[in-house]
């Protein structure tokens, strides 16, 4: 931003304008109870951006007196939002799994699927087999979709690899297309997805390739920020995920766990145990689990959308979590197997209309809560001076039609660090 000395303006690089209203969450960290609902909604307000950052926010005669902009986009009386933070994704695989869809929908269950060889291990065949360039293309054509649907930053995790070699394998993918993508991804090592077929019957052996040899490998290699587990019955128990997540603490990893997926094992116990940032799933989290987290501050991740998908009769407890005082956020998980959607809008839908969770609700979870979760809530999340310029236009009279609507993208327009990215 520069002083131009002929009126006084501040020459900025782009002026959003013409929007009916720009809703956002404020502040640097994640929002909880009923502070959860405080968007701030500016009724003809404008925003401006220079560089990368947001240089201003507020009426859109103040911003016009005081900036020249270089260029300027006309929200044409839609809603201006920031980008979304999908906090949970597995988006590096290679096949589909249609045909396990259709087992489910015949009856049998995620769990029965697995434990018979497919689920997360068919992917993990799929992923071995296929060349890192087809991998990286595959990831970058998924990155676009993201854009499209309004996602600035995206949590992506590994776990399709399972030795060490394929999971460094996904890794590089994922920094790769981070380069090469304007969607910023976040990435996590998620080794300790599943044991892996040449494991079944020496589970034990895994764990200690995972913390003598794995783990080390990308810490050093600086390939994951965080470090997950799918701590479960039949995967990843509770003293197997402790040695873990005490060596990837060790090691510098920043934590985020699956826990109380399918059964109440005390998995949100545990991410409180070890402060993670965030603890995911939780369809079947008890009371007890409900208030370690609140008392440890763990960001609760909810996936609306999987229990649908797994046709799961439990579903988060998202609303007593929130009357518990919780910071939610909410995301796709999308993956191949139990979640094959990349929509934010679509899980904002769902949050509103399973969690009970209002418009404003939704929009601070999908955003400042899931850039907290990220560790980023001082840098993305909300349309700020100061923060990164990621927002979005959407074709939409105002945010509440945000969770209202089901089955369009409402998207029109993404800026993604000051640059308009995408445009319909
Ligand atoms: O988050 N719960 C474990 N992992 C994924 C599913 C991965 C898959 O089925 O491929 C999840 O739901
Ligand atoms: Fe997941």
Redesign the pocket.
Known sequence: MSQDKSNGQERVDLLVVGAAEVATAMGQEALGGARLAGCHVGKGWAVAVAGERIAGVGPEAELRARFQADAELDACGGTVVPGFVDS?T?PV?AGT?EDEFEMRTGGAT?VEIGLAGG??LS?VRGVREESTEVLLAQLLMRMDRFLELGTTTVEAKS??GLSTEMEIKMLRVIAEANRMHPVDLVPTFLGA?EYPEEYRDRRSDYVDLLVKEMLPRVAEEKLAEYCDI?T?THVFGLEDSRRILTTAKDLGFRLRL?VD?LTPLGGAELAAEFGADSA??LECVTDKGIEALGDAGVIPVI?PL?ALYLRQEQEVPGRRMIDAGLAPAIAT?F?????YTQSMPEVMTWSALRMRMSASEVLTAATLNAAASLNRADDIGTLEVGKRADLLVLDLPNYKHLAYELGRSPVRVVVKNGQVQFQK
Request: aromatic share 16%.
């Open positions: 949970h597995h695989f799994r995620y689920g997360i992917t776990g399709y997805h799918f479960e699956h997926q995911d799933h996936c999987v998980d993956n191949p197997g139990s979640c």
